[in-house]
């Protein structure tokens, strides 16, 4: 396994001096957040810290980013990009999924053969009917993704946290149930996961289990935490908006177990990318409680990772 650090945290940073701090905390790769550019939709989007379209257009920008890669001894675990390729807006749908392409592309080019993503969801429509879109929209991207060998890891992140989602969240993909549906639907050897086992625990659902069942549709791993508040559940239930009851947290400061889930990751042999996502609201007032941020969660995640 290879830790490393989902860059959307580091937003104005750049690339290169993203790589430096990687280096300096000793990871061995980073998920390189690829959004195109222009005013994010929420929290932890719109950061870029490589263009795609210059990856794709400029042979000499993508080789100076491979030997960024090469001299600081950091490997890119996947390019990222977590849009709503389902949008009810048909212009949104299709910008997405176009830069989605882009970004397909540049992983092909940079030799990296993996994007870490969203399948998105029409919130307003039924598990059902967004299925159907489902139906209609993947298989295409998929195909693309097969043409250009490379690998797509979808996050199981329902993505429903307030308002903005309500009332069926962002993104499908967030279930084994659903999990099973949709790669009956696409059987592609392309098409995966990107687990992250903050979002079952919120949703009492196994986080253990489906790494057994998944193994072989495993593709790359997200740590993050998940703490759940009891005395505020008790009042809001879980019908709620989540973010009521609950809260993003670095490893090791939420409810995750993260001692049986390594466990079960060294059972199934996996030897993919294991990248902190940090999205702890307690340590984002400065650049320094970032970097901190960033340096605990690496401290507690060492006691895992060879």
């Not at 986080?207 to 549709?217: A, G, M, S, W």
Request: include cysteine; glycine fraction near 6%.
């Amino acid at each position: 396994m290879k830790l490393g650090i989902l860059t959307s945290i580091l937003d104005g940073w750049t690339f290169y001096e993203a790589l430096e701090i990687a280096r300096e905390m000793g990871f061995a790769c980073m998920e390189v957040a690829c959004w195109p550019k222009g005013e994010a939709e929420r929290r932890y989007a719109g950061v870029s810290h490589l263009d795609v379209d210059r990856v794709l257009a400029d042979s000499a920008y993508a080789e100076a980013i491979l030997a960024g890669c090469r001299e600081k001894g950091i490997s890119i675990s996947a390019l990222a990009f977590y849009p709503n390729t389902m949008d009810p807006d048909p212009a949104k749908r299709e910008e997405n999924i176009s830069h989605l392409k882009k970004v397909i592309q540049a992983s092909s080019r940079l030799g990296v053969n993996l994007v870490t993503t969203f399948i998105g969801r029409d919130q307003t429509k039924s598990v059902e009917e967004n299925l159907k879109i489902f139906g209609e929209i993947w298989p295409g991207i998929i195909r693309f993704a097969e043409e250009w060998d490379v690998k797509i890891a979808i996050e199981n992140c329902p993505m429903l946290f307030g308002r903005d989602q309500w009332p069926g969240g962002q993104n499908l993909m967030a279930t084994p149930a659903l999990w099973r549906q949709m790669f009956q639907m696409i059987p592609s050897p392309c098409f995966g996961l990107n687990f992250d086992p903050s979002h079952f625990v919120w949703q009492q659902m196994d986080y253990i289990q489906p790494l057994y069942e998944f193994k072989d549709r495993l593709f790359h791993v997200h740590c993050k935490d998940i703490k759940v508040y009891p005395e505020r559940l008790s009042q809001c239930g879980v019908m709620a908006y989540p973010l009521e009851y609950m809260a993003p947290k670095l490893p090791g400061l939420g409810d995750v177990d993260w001692s049986r889930w390594f466990s079960a990751l060294y059972d199934i042999g996996y030897q993919g990318g294991v990248c902190i996502e940090v999205e702890d609201r307690a340590f984002e007032s400065s650049r320094e409680s970032i970097l901190d941020s960033i340096r605990l969660s690496k401290r507690y995640l060492n006691q895992f990772i060879v």
